[in-house]
């Protein structure tokens, strides 16, 4: 069992912190992004949409999209729950899941995409477009300070793929110029707290 993984990208690092909260020991294959080794056939044969991260089982059954690798090991070992519990928890920990993926982490990636043409050879950059994705990613900055002044972590009292995936968003934010700002004191506290998880070095 491995994962094709992409150390500087942020998709990938979601999953190399979820499996490491769970103790999860597992071979890493790096696949080079910028010349486009991801989007090779034998790759699209592994993902169609030739994107990483991909888990390859020992069958060669293939397990492409973060979320889904996660929700594939929460499954094996429930243990730390990072997805929720009970029917509640699991609910609230998808809502806000969805929500920082799509308010945030995407608006990150469209930002960085859109406004720098790193991916050019494969995609039409629109400028306008990675703009207003940069102003909605610091809007949703702004709704995660106010929802973490009564909250330790970003579903309530527990660390959860929430948590994962606005870290990862927030710290590759930086190549976009986006961060959290000097007033955004909640933010600040639980970016300390979740940089201080051994977890955050994967
Ligand atoms: N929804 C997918 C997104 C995967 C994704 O966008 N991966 C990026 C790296 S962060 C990638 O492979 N980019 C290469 C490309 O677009 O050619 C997931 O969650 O796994």
Redesign the pocket.
């Known amino acids: 069992m491995h994962i094709y993984d ?1 150390k500087t ?4 690092r ?1 999953v190399r912190i979820f499996l490491a909260e769970k103790n999860i020991d597992i071979q890493y294959i790096q696949v080079d ?1 910028v010349t ?1 080794e ?2 090779s056939s034998e790759m699209r044969v592994k993902n169609p949409i ?4 991909i888990l390859e089982l020992d069958d060669g059954t293939c397990i ?4 889904a690798i996660c929700t594939y090991f929460e499954a094996i070992q429930p243990n730390p729950s990072l997805l929720g519990e009970s029917p509640l928890e699991k609910g609230l920990i998808a809502q806000w899941a969805r929500q920082v993926e799509f308010g945030l982490f995407m608006q990150v ?1 469209m930002c960085f995409q859109h406004s720098t043409g790193y ?1 050019k050879d ?2 039409t950059p629109v400028p306008e477009f990675g703009k207003q994705a940069g102003i909605n990613a610091n809007k949703f900055l702004h709704l995660l300070d106010k929802r973490l002044a009564d909250n330790a972590f970003i579903t309530g009292d527990k660390f959860s793929i929430a948590d994962i995936t606005a870290f990862c968003a927030i710290d590759f934010a930086r190549v976009v110029d986006i961060r959290i700002s000097d007033t955004q004191q909640n933010l600040h506290r639980w970016y300390s707290e979740i940089k201080a998880r051994p977890s955050s070095k994967a």
């Open positions: 992409t990208a942020p998709t990938p979601r992004i486009g991801n989007l030739g994107k990483v991260p492409a999209e973060s979320d990636g991916f494969r995609m």
